[in-house]
């Protein structure tokens, strides 16, 4: 007689699985929202025993879902109109409130030629290329923020750079969270760039303090041969936030990506980045810097899968944590057989200010080639004892001496951006968060 093993489901499980089985789907991505929902019902929430999930259990940490956000009224866009994450940078802004597209917060006037920006929405009712592109690129294992987002797929933005095109002004594809009561929203962003086009993408995401919203969005990039991409994300959601975010991508043969993640913001984060090279000799850039206080929780967890020969890959993160934090870098660089002359290296470096501040870091490399450079490495320390001494005997004050130190230690991350102008405001982002800081 064999018992059968019933298994429990949390109530934010079923309340996920309730809200968005109860949406309307567009007729290209029902069959693909469908299995998404499918596979998260049947899986859940990952948890600890989940490996690339031990350092942040979800289904302890949510225990509800708040009600999926009704779009932005008046008084949210009017409220949006206040949030500047990144200031002067030039860019061409695409504006989401609470999830939905606020067309006069947004510039889609005189679009540059070999550059289309739609709405998710409109993109699947004008083109059935669009929901087949949705569907090219999963991840290779179950990931519940991707399930979640997919079975919840709807509206987003879709940015397609046509071959050849240099699009020199950046797209700034901002999130902005309003309001006092607590929300659930998500987003999809679809980023195709044509063989030997070049463009930069910013993504900021902002929201209210002492909401406990939460924000679940997908970054999908797909880019030909011979094309240039860089990426710039800001992350600064409310203290009660919790944020689940992922970009995915696949980069075409002799292609150039790069990629920066600046987080400061939400209770709890997760940013899942699996990344593949398409094409013989890419090569990639992936840095990030997490600013951490309080009792924040930040995952970033990396997978670089390195399948063809002659890629390139580097990776540097820098994490400072402040109080009672934790942060987390989980970061995998896989080589292929058939990917030999790859060189790959990957580091986290960890600064910790709080004497309760943990950091987890777990570098891993899978080599199956025997024609390779790689390497990873992992450190975690306090600030330089000597060298704020020197600082001292000069007569610069302890607050504005830690924060030249630490200012200095994640400097090196945010130098990795190309565009002058988003570097500065990133930094200065950056500085906002250090004049905060109280020192102890």
């Not at 567009?26 to 989940?50: D, Q, S």
């Not at 939460?214 to 009660?240: H, M, P, Y």
Request: with cysteine.
């Amino acid at each position: 007689m064999n018992a059968e093993v019933k298994i429990m489901r949390t109530a934010a499980e079923m309340a996920y699985t309730d809200a968005l089985s109860a949406l309307p789907a567009n007729e290209p991505v029902r069959a693909l929202r469908e299995k998404a929902l499918r596979l998260f019902t049947e899986k859940g929430l990952p948890h600890r025993r989940v490996e690339e999930w031990k350092y942040t259990d979800l289904r302890a940490l949510i225990r509800e879902m708040p009600p999926l956000a009704r779009g932005a009224d008046k008084a949210a866009i009017a409220e949006a109109k206040k949030s500047a994450v990144l200031a002067k940078i030039g860019a061409r802004e695409i504006t989401f409130v609470n999830g939905a597209f606020v067309a006069e917060l947004s510039d889609l006037e005189a679009i540059e030629k070999g550059l289309s920006i739609r709405t998710l929405g409109d993109a699947l009712k004008r083109s059935a290329d669009v929901a087949a592109l949705l569907a090219k690129i999963n991840p290779n294992k179950y990931d519940a923020v991707f399930a979640l987002n997919t079975a919840a797929l709807n509206e987003g933005v879709v940015i397609e750079v046509a071959p050849g095109a240099q699009i020199a002004k950046p797209i700034h594809i901002r999130h902005v969270v309003t309001g006092t009561a607590p929300v659930s929203v998500f987003g999809r962003a679809l980023v195709t760039v044509g063989t030997k086009a070049q463009a930069t993408i910013v993504q900021s995401h902002t929201g209210p303090d002492a909401v406990a919203y939460q924000t679940n969005t997908v970054l999908q990039l797909s880019l030909a041969d011979d094309a240039e991409l860089d990426i710039v994300r800001v992350q600064a959601e409310g203290d009660k936030a919790i944020h689940l975010s992922m970009m995915i991508g696949a980069i075409g043969e002799e292609s150039r990506f790069r990629s920066f993640a600046l987080t400061t913001g939400a209770a709890v984060s997760r940013h899942t980045v699996p990344f593949a090279y398409a094409g013989k000799d890419a090569r990639a850039l992936i840095a990030g810097a997490t600013l951490l206080r309080g009792k924040q929780h930040a995952d970033v967890t990396l997978e670089v899968d390195h399948a063809l020969p002659g890629g390139e890959s580097r990776e540097l993160f820098k994490t400072v944590l402040d109080d009672e934090t934790r942060g987390v870098f989980q970061g995998l660089i896989i080589v292929r057989p058939d990917a030999q002359k790859t060189d790959g290296r990957m580091m986290s470096a960890s600064l910790l200010l709080g004497e309760n501040a943990e950091m987890d870091n777990k570098p891993e490399l899978e080599i199956f080639a025997d024609d390779v450079q790689c390497a990873h490495g992992a450190t975690t320390g306090a600030l330089d004892d000597d060298l704020m001494f020197y600082l001292r005997a000069r007569g610069i004050p302890k607050k504005e001496a830690e924060s030249l130190l630490i200012q200095s230690f994640f400097g090196e991350a945010i130098e990795t951006i190309q565009n002058e102008k988003i570097q500065e405001s990133v930094m200065a982002r950056a500085a906002k968060w250090l004049g905060e800081r109280s020192v102890k």
